[in-house]
């Protein structure tokens, strides 16, 4: 087997001038789409992904329909030129695992039994992929569920950790994953301290494990932070809700 | 899973009872809750596989089977054998199942064992390269879900494990350049075992290995894989409900100790 390429240097720096537990850039905007109930975009590294939310709306097909809360949908689908081969538009075994999952991270935040006999759908297209994808488009869709109005409990954010170079690392980007030995998406809800999706993949010690996975947690903090300033800049304006600024203006 | 149909009012019930009893440490079964049901591992049971295994949870049945062939490696792993996992959820294996293409359910089971088994380097693939960027052996494990009662993520993973590590391939050598079969049989070549432990919360409590009179009941499931040396290879958090970190925390000691109990099962099954 060829040698593996080094990915922390003796700097302690990653390849992309990152220490272990930096964020890549992240921007959010939340509001862009003209038809959706909900919308917000995220560009998380190289990740570029919309979210959008239609609903609650009615239930087709009937037999679906759930008689004490909303039915929530969600695809998570890559762009067929989201990658650096051509991937086929149609949904892989991976992408239908992720919209799985991506449910099931969303679902427990949203107050279902609000809406009962009701779908809530929430799409998120990868326009570009990067490392991390899948708790991007968490991040994303959750802010467009708010977005839509819908009641929450919590907002859903999510950060993934994993093992490059035998050290736990934050935010893996794409080759970080690809030729790291591990990746952890974790997604929570921030205020309440839940988890709501966990996958591991890579060989950890039980320290190691920990750590990665705490270390997710701190960070979907971080991302939380800029969550809700994209949406106190989508109903409060540039301008924010600074007090400052208010007690200036007596 | 959804597999079991959801009825409201009689689950609702059943929950309620199972947490009294969870609270005392009593499951519905007489389980405890870090109990797992009776393992039964019987192997070779397909003659026409390379690899096979009858793996018994409780009363939950499945049938792995191994079949091995040559063919071209993944462009971006050259020197690498292919290892496919996959896993049917027959429709004689409860009424809730149906034929057609594989459900959502069947796709996060079978790459959730997939991952177990990747991820903790169980089959050593660069041995299986027979000529690098050409010819590698291919591995195919296919998984008939035969009985459904629950937890299809564990019995799914030790007989997937139980068949490869039992599992006999014809020998290849390269001559002018190309892979040529002979009559010699060698195993695969498997280094670890790594084992998948799948618990469910309900209310507070974590059990291992829920049949699904639990899963209809579960708050949520989280199946996680270790190593020979206590590692955590694989993990999984399932449904959509939520878990706190330290009760994430408790499910990788869990899995950790029962992982070691079942090792040794599968060793004695499979040696």
Not at chain 1, 228 to 235: G, M, N, P, S, V
Not at chain 2, 107 to 112: F, H, K, N, P, T
């Amino acid at each position: 087997m060829e040698p593996k390429r080094k990915l922390i240097g003796d700097d302690g720096l990653r390849q992309d001038g990152r220490t272990w537990d930096q964020l890549r850039p992240i921007k959010m905007e939340v509001g862009l789409l003209k038809n959706a109930d909900g919308s917000a975009y995220i560009e998380w590294g190289k990740n570029k992904i919309m979210a959008a939310v239609y609903g609650p709306k009615e239930v087709h097909p009937k037999h679906q329909v759930l008689p004490d809360r909303a039915l929530v949908r969600t695809r998570y689908h890559m762009a067929p030129f989201s990658v650096d081969e051509r991937k086929n538009p149609a949904p892989s075994r991976r992408e239908i695992e992720i919209s799985k999952v991506t449910r099931e991270a969303l679902e427990p935040a949203v107050i279902v039994e609000d809406y009962p006999r009701t779908a809530i759908e929430v799409w998120i297209e990868v326009l570009q992929s990067d490392g991390g994808s899948r708790v991007a488009g968490i991040t994303a869709a959750s802010l467009a569920l708010a977005d839509a109005g819908i009641n929450l409990r919590d907002l859903v954010v999510g950060c993934s950790c994993g093992i490059v170079d035998g050290k736990v690392v934050a935010d893996l980007d794409d080759t970080e994953d690809k030729e790291g030995s591990g990746d952890m998406p974790v997604a929570i809800m921030p205020n309440l301290n839940y988890v709501t999706l966990l996958q591991v993949d890579g060989i950890y010690s039980r320290e190691q494990f920990q750590k990665a996975f705490e270390l997710a947690i701190e960070k979907g903090r971080e991302v939380y932070a800029m969550q809700r300033e994209a949406l106190t800049k989508k109903f409060f304006g540039d301008g924010q809700v600074s007090t400052s600024s208010e007690e200036e203006a007596e | 899973m959804s597999m079991m149909k959801k009825n409201y009012v009689v689950e609702t019930i059943r929950k309620a009872q199972m947490v009294e009893m969870l609270a005392n440490g009593k499951r519905m079964d007489g389980r405890a809750p870090d109990e797992h049901r009776p393992i039964k591992i019987q192997t070779g049971i397909i003659q026409k596989a390379n690899g096979s295994a009858l793996v018994t949870l409780g009363n939950t049945e499945v049938i792995a089977g191994v079949k091995i062939a040559t063919g071209t490696p993944f462009a971006d792993t050259p020197d690498k054998g292919l290892l496919v996992v996959n896993a049917e959820i027959l429709p004689l294996a409860s009424a809730y199942a149906e034929p057609g293409p594989p459900s959502e359910d069947a796709i996060e089971l079978a790459r959730v064992v997939d991952r177990g088994i990747r991820e903790s380097e169980m089959v050593d693939l660069t041995k299986l390269c027979l000529i690098e960027g050409k010819s590698v052996y291919t591995v195919f494990v296919d998984v008939n879900i035969m009985n459904v009662d629950g937890n299809l993520f564990d019995a799914m993973s030790y007989a997937v494990v139980s068949a490869l590590r039992t599992a006999k391939m014809k020998k290849y050598v390269v001559e002018d350049d190309k892979p040529k079969a002979t009559e010699e049989e060698i195993p695969v070549p498997v280094e670890r075992i790594p084992v998948s432990v799948t618990m469910a919360r309900i209310g507070d409590a974590l059990v291992v290995d829920p049949m699904s009179e639990e899963e209809a009941a579960m708050d949520m499931r989280i199946t996680i894989t270790t190593d020979d040396d206590g590692n955590i290879c694989a993990s999984q958090k399932g449904e959509a409900s939520t878990i706190s970190p330290e009760k994430v925390l408790e499910a990788v000691d869990l899995s950790i100790r029962i992982g070691k109990e079942i090792r040794e099962k599968i060793l004695e099954a499979t040696s």
